[in-house]
């Protein structure tokens, strides 16, 4: 990964196997930090880097999306991703929820005292190739240092500026009864590979994380744009948050077919046994779809032509009854309300 | 999914109903004594499947609710102090003491952990020699046998630093204390399948004859639900009152006499409080004298601590079957899962979560809630 690293650093970092308090101080160990880390991976190729406190961007077409979110997972590195992909593509994926092209990103490190030279250079690298991706550039940044203790390893903030294309409105005030609910795949693959690994559980098969940039998939929606009203990425809380959001903030019911709704097989025997409900599981490269009736089976193939959709399915409708309730039709018939959790979902006794 | 898909089939599911249907003649009132249970028939709506004049009621089979508030103040007590690392099942977190939860001591500094197995606990104490590691043992016979197994390789590894606060339960003197009220209503019982793995049904037999109920050892799926309310519906209007087995893919008549002989060497009978229903005679299980050091509520000095249930919850009345979660005047209003007054608002397999999460808004005629009224 990070093979091809560009090292015209000052100050070695190699004399540094560890970050220091002094790497965040404003002097010139920080300088090395930058222009020998960051810089490398992130900098425009072929332009001298001018040092500034701001980046100046040119005007876009459109209107702008503009997003931010932060990462705090622990592990750092987890089957199929780590936390600069995933600071990458969260945020990434929040601007394309809006139908934007992603076009810049800042990022703010937070980093622990004591932390591994390496695993910086590995996250860092991680979110070089997950921009370049995406084609999204990095474009300004700011580093902290904090004491041993303080956090847990590294933190990392992205905030991120996209262009949304004119007539591209995607929002819950589009959403009427008699449309169509979809979603991009199958649901709770990184809730439970994280989970695998933070706690230690052991499932037969590997179980990667579903973590992926979805800016080419709603780039790829965009050719049907008027007949999307809303689209949400199903991160914390799963595809429950999710409609449950939609259902509130559109005033409208959302009636979910429970068999319908996709699961791998790993996720459903690990909610099983951990008496989780995969509808909560947090997803990173998700999304649902609320679309016109007519035009779901549309909507769908384009999903199903994309890489990016994993058993793209539609899983319900929105109706007029019960405004801001969504129910769930079980594998029986009975039908079941939905419902927001107080908290993270807690594994049962028995 | 297999072993779980053939147990959620619909056509089967239908053809049992019908069964249920052609086979009642009158009212019964059965209660499913397990939380999972419960879990299951809400997430289904098994009983809005069911002919009306069956009810189901809600047992107390779940371990999280009935645990007193003073095993958690003293839960609470312990994982406060400095030296500690307290670990627990996840769903004992939220259960609110007298003052607080456990997650709000792990928010004010205290080392509180969720494990998945207590024998992570034992390899944490490894791990940890210069802390004290404390097991919440909750659980019914279910995870009983688990739970002395860690406290037997804590005693074979020399771990000192290795204890439990033991708040285990049993089932057939719940049971036997739910027959006993004067307001009983119950007719028959669903047995709590995985329980009856552990200890078989003999000790079941007793009860079936004293009480004249029929008791059928039930699994968790739609399907074994419902079969098992169909025997039980059978026993009652061909009048027998027999221990029977609907869960045989798991449940044998002798149980698992390895994991019965591992409670037995570690734990003995003793009186227990239950939430809301109070004492129960010989209803709980504590440490053996011989593994009497292993006992948190000693080592830390807890065992004064005393509380009272918050007088307006009625989790002792919605435990024992005779009022519905909904009939609870603070039921989605001063109670709910986001502050909950009693545990079984708080547990995913109490029955007021469950009424909470599954039943709670009425809007509309399309509403489940308002389908039953």
């Given at each position: 990964m990070s093979d091809d690293?560009?090292?015209?650093?000052?100050?070695?970092?190699?004399?540094?196997?560890?970050?220091?308090?002094?790497?965040?101080?404003?002097?010139?160990?920080?300088?090395?930090?930058?222009?020998?880390?960051?810089?490398?991976?992130f900098a425009e190729k072929g332009k001298p880097f001018v040092p500034h406190d701001s980046a100046v961007l040119e005007p876009c077409d459109g209107r702008l999306a503009f997003t931010t979110d932060s990462f705090v997972?622990?592990?750092?590195?987890?089957?199929?991703?780590?936390?600069?992909?995933?600071?990458?593509?969260?945020?990434?994926?929040?601007?394309?929820?809006?139908g934007a092209k992603p076009l810049y990103l800042s990022d703010g490190f937070i980093l622990e005292e004591g932390l591994s030279m390496e695993t910086l250079r590995r996250v860092v690298c991680s979110m070089r190739d997950a921009a370049a991706e995406v084609g999204v550039r990095i474009v300004t940044g700011?580093?902290?240092?904090?004491?041993?203790?303080?956090?847990?390893?590294?933190?990392?903030?992205?905030?991120?500026?996209?262009?949304?294309?004119?007539?591209?409105?995607?929002?819950?005030?589009?959403?009427?009864?008699?449309?169509?609910?979809?979603?991009?795949?199958?649901?709770?693959?990184?809730?439970i590979a994280v989970m695998s690994v933070r706690e230690g559980l052991e499932f037969e098969g590997a179980l990667p994380s579903d973590c992926a940039s979805l800016a080419g998939l709603v780039d790829a929606m965009l050719a049907a744009a008027a007949d999307v009203h809303c689209l949400r990425d199903l991160t914390r809380g799963g595809l429950a948050a999710a409609v449950i959001e939609i259902a509130q903030h559109a005033g409208v019911g959302i009636e979910l077919e429970e068999s319908a709704i996709p699961i791998a097989e790993p996720v459903a025997g690990a909610c099983e046994l951990l008496g989780l409900d995969p509808l909560y599981v947090a997803n990173e490269g998700r999304l649902a779809a609320v679309v016109r009736a007519e035009a779901a089976e549309v909507v769908l193939e384009i999903m199903q032509s994309h890489p990016a959709a994993q058993r793209p399915t539609i899983i319900g409708t929105v109706t007029d009854r019960h405004a801001g309730v969504v129910e769930l039709r079980g594998p029986l018939g009975g039908r079941r309300i939905v419902d927001e959790l107080s908290g993270e979902q807690m594994p049962r006794i028995c | 999914m297999k072993y779980i898909d053939e147990y959620r089939d619909a056509v089967a599911a239908k053809k049992l109903v019908e069964a249920i249907r052609s086979t009642t003649t009158r009212p019964w009132n059965i209660m499913e004594v397990c939380g999972g249970q419960t879990h299951a028939i809400l997430r289904f709506a098994l009983d809005e499947m069911l002919p009306g004049r069956i009810t189901l009621i809600h047992g107390p089979g779940c371990p999280v609710c009935v645990t007193p508030i003073e095993i958690i103040d003293k839960a609470i007590a312990i994982a406060s102090l400095p030296e500690v690392i307290f670990c627990s099942f996840g769903d004992m977190l939220r259960v609110p003491g007298s003052e607080k939860d456990l997650l709000t001591v792990k928010s004010e500094g205290g080392r509180v952990r969720v494990v998945y197995s207590p024998m992570d606990a034992v390899a944490l104490a490894g791990k940890n020699p210069d802390r004290e590691v404390?097991?919440?043992?909750?659980?019914?016979?279910?995870?009983?046998?688990?739970?002395?197994?860690?406290?037997?390789?804590?005693?074979?590894?020399?771990?000192?630093?290795?204890?439990?606060?033991?708040?285990?339960?049993?089932?057939?003197?719940?049971?036997?204390?739910?027959?006993s009220s004067p307001e009983n209503l119950v007719q028959g019982f669903l047995a709590a399948g995985h329980v009856c793995t552990i200890t078989g049904i003999d000790q079941y037999r007793p009860i079936a004859e004293e009480f004249g109920v029929p008791i059928v050892a039930t699994g968790f799926e739609p399907l074994d639900i419902l079969q098992?309310?169909?025997?039980?519906?059978?026993?009652?209007?061909e009048g027998r009152a027999d221990v029977e087995i609907q869960y045989t893919r798991s449940v044998r008549p002798e149980g698992n006499p390895a994991a019965r002989k591992t409670i037995e060497e570690v734990f003995e009978p003793v009186p227990r409080k239950w939430r809301g229903i109070g004492e129960i005679p010989m209803s709980g299980l504590a440490l053996r004298e011989k593994y009497a050091k292993y006992d948190a509520a000693g080592r830390f000095s807890v065992e004064?601590?005393?509380?009272?249930?918050?007088?307006?919850?009625?989790?002792?009345?919605?435990?024992?079957?005779?009022r519905k979660p909904h009939e609870c005047p603070a039921f989605g209003t001063r109670c709910t899962p986001d502050r909950p007054l009693?545990?079984?608002?708080?547990?995913?397999?109490?029955?007021?979560a469950a009424y909470y999460r599954y039943r709670r808004k009425c809007s509309g005629r399309a509403c489940p809630a308002c389908r039953r009224k």
């Open positions: 690293f560009n090292l015209n650093c000052p100050v070695p970092i190699d004399n540094h196997k560890t970050v220091q308090l002094a790497h965040g101080g404003g002097g010139r160990m920080m300088r090395g930090l930058v222009e020998g880390t960051f810089l490398p991976a997972i622990s592990p750092l590195f987890f089957p199929g991703g780590d936390i600069g992909r995933l600071a990458v593509y969260g945020t990434v994926n929040d601007l394309a929820m809006a700011d580093t902290k240092v904090v004491d041993r203790g303080q956090c847990d390893g590294i933190f990392i903030n992205t905030a991120g500026i996209g262009a949304v294309p004119d007539g591209v409105e995607f929002s819950p005030g589009r959403v009427t009864p008699g449309d169509a609910v979809l979603v991009s795949g199958d649901l709770g693959r990184h809730g | 404390v097991f919440f043992a909750i659980g019914f016979e279910t995870t009983a046998p688990a739970n002395a197994m860690a406290v037997v390789q804590a005693s074979k590894l020399g771990l000192d630093n290795f204890s439990v606060l033991v708040a285990h339960v049993l089932v057939p003197p719940a049971i036997r204390a739910v027959l098992g309310v169909l025997m039980c519906v059978r026993q009652l209007e004064g601590i005393t509380a009272d249930e918050p007088a307006e919850c009625i989790a002792g009345e919605v435990l024992q079957g005779r009693g545990a079984p608002m708080v547990s995913s397999e109490g029955a007021c």
